[in-house]
Each structure stands twice: as structure tokens, then as C-alpha cells.
């Protein structure tokens, strides 16, 4: 069974421009979370779908990320416009049930420069 | 106050060696405690997690929860190089099912 899976991997974009991660999840898998791990920081939630819907979006840090899962499959977490805050790591967990245990994907690296 | 404080470490130890890693939270709605390894350039594995107090034992690992202290640890026993990672504990529960992540111990086993 495949696991988690993110692109990019790593990604380097100026301050202004746009960038859309991916997430696609274990197969079967309703609920999907977006976290993010600045540098130094603890890892933070962002949002969790449970198929297509947002569950909870309290962690979105402001209208500048917008996260899709189109068809509740896999998900894409865009970033318009980048700010240098915006840099960390950005990581996509998925798990069949809400008290089951969520697999983690192996994170996009963004660079805003 | 931060809701999960962990120090960050860097821990070195022998190979061998007994680990202690340890973490305090403040929300006392939290009741599954779990503890994820995170090694380098790779996403966070659930390690074992903990229902309410107590302790929970695989292996070489032990987890125990104190919730009158709002304290948890986790015990390595034997370690091993592979076992240099960084420990991240994830306390949730109070109606959600999200966990929220300390910043994580960086161990180092040297052989």
C-alpha cells in the first residue's frame, strides 16, 4: 500500500509568486490534515478535510492559503501571493477514521526568497 | 504559555544508554498522548500513544502519562544509533482528534 505522498519535495519561489503543493493520500483515507513547521517551531495545523469538506480550517494563517480536495481525493494547498513567512515545511497527513492513526507524508520544503 | 513544551534538545547518549524524554502540557481536555519519530527529511511515524494515565510499554519503549502533573515521558531502553531521530510529542482529545505538536527532542545515539 502506497503511503503519503507530497510534491514537490522542495521548493524555492520569490516573495509574490504563487506556489500549489500536493497531498495525496493512503487510498481510503477520508480524513486529510495540512500541517506546517516553521523553522524552530513546533508543527502546526493548518486544516483537516474529511472527504471533500473542510472539518476545520482554525489553523489557515490568513486568505493568502487556499487548500482544495476536489473529488476527496487528493488535496492542493496553494500559497498566492508568498511572503518570507511563509517558509517551512509543509506536511500532509491522511487516516481512515478520526481515532485511528494518521500517516504522515514526507513534507514539502518552500523557500521564499 | 504554549499548550505542549518539549525541550529541543540536541540529547546525546551512548549506545546502550536509558533515554528520557520528556514534555508538559496545560490542556487538561487532552487524553491520548502520543509520541511520533521523525527522522531526517522524512514526515513524522506514530511511535505509541497512551490512553489517559499510565504507562504503555513495546518493546524498548515505555510511555507514561501523569495527568495530575500534565507530564509525559518517554523511556528508551538499550539505544541505538537507529534510534537518533527527533521524538515529538502529540497530546489531543477535548473533542478533536488533532494533535497538537511539541517542538520535538533531537536524540543522538553515538556508537
Known amino acids: 500500500e502506497a503511503g503519503v505522498t507530497q510534491f514537490p519535495s522542495h521548493s524555492v519561489i520569490e516573495k509574490g509568486q504563487t506556489v500549489t503543493l500536493r497531498c495525496d493520500p493512503i487510498?481510503?483515507?477520508?480524513?486529510l490534515y495540512w500541517y506546517r513547521r516553521v523553522m524552530g517551531k513546533e508543527i502546526k495545523f493548518l486544516l483537516h478535510?474529511?472527504?471533500?469538506?473542510?472539518?476545520?480550517e482554525s489553523g489557515m494563517p490568513n486568505n493568502r492559503f487556499l487548500a482544495e480536495r476536489t473529488g476527496g481525493t487528493y488535496s492542493t494547498l496553494k500559497v498566492q501571493p508568498a511572503e518570507l513567512e511563509d517558509s517551512g515545511v509543509y506536511f500532509c497527513?491522511?487516516?481512515?477514521?478520526?481515532?485511528?492513526?494518521?500517516?504522515f507524508g514526507q513534507g514539502t520544503r518552500l523557500t521564499v526568497v | 504559555q504554549k499548550e505542549v513544551e518539549q525541550d529541543p534538545g540536541p540529547l546525546s547518549v551512548p549506545e546502550g544508554a536509558i533515554v528520557s524524554l520528556n514534555c508538559t502540557y496545560s490542556?487538561?481536555?487532552?487524553?491520548?498522548f502520543m509520541w511520533y519519530r521523525q527522522y531526517s527529511r522524512k514526515g513524522p511515524e506514530l511511535l505509541m500513544y497512551?490512553?489517559?494515565?499510565g504507562n504503555k510499554e513495546d518493546g524498548r519503549f515505555t510511555a507514561q502519562v501523569d495527568k495530575s502533573s500534565k507530564y509525559i515521558s518517554l523511556f528508551i531502553r538499550d539505544s541505538q544509533p537507529s534510534d537518533s531521530a527527533t521524538y515529538l510529542c502529540?497530546?489531543?482529545?477535548?473533542?478533536?482528534?488533532?494533535?497538537?505538536f511539541g517542538r520535538g527532542t533531537s536524540l543522538i545515539v553515538h556508537p
Open positions: 497512551t490512553y489517559s494515565s
Open positions: 478535510f474529511v472527504k471533500e469538506s473542510k472539518q476545520d
Open positions: 502529540a497530546p489531543t482529545g477535548g473533542g478533536s482528534y488533532i494533535p497538537t
Open positions: 490542556n487538561s481536555a487532552f487524553q491520548y
Open positions: 497527513a491522511s487516516r481512515r477514521g478520526m481515532n485511528t492513526e494518521a500517516f
Open positions: 487510498s481510503g483515507h477520508d480524513n
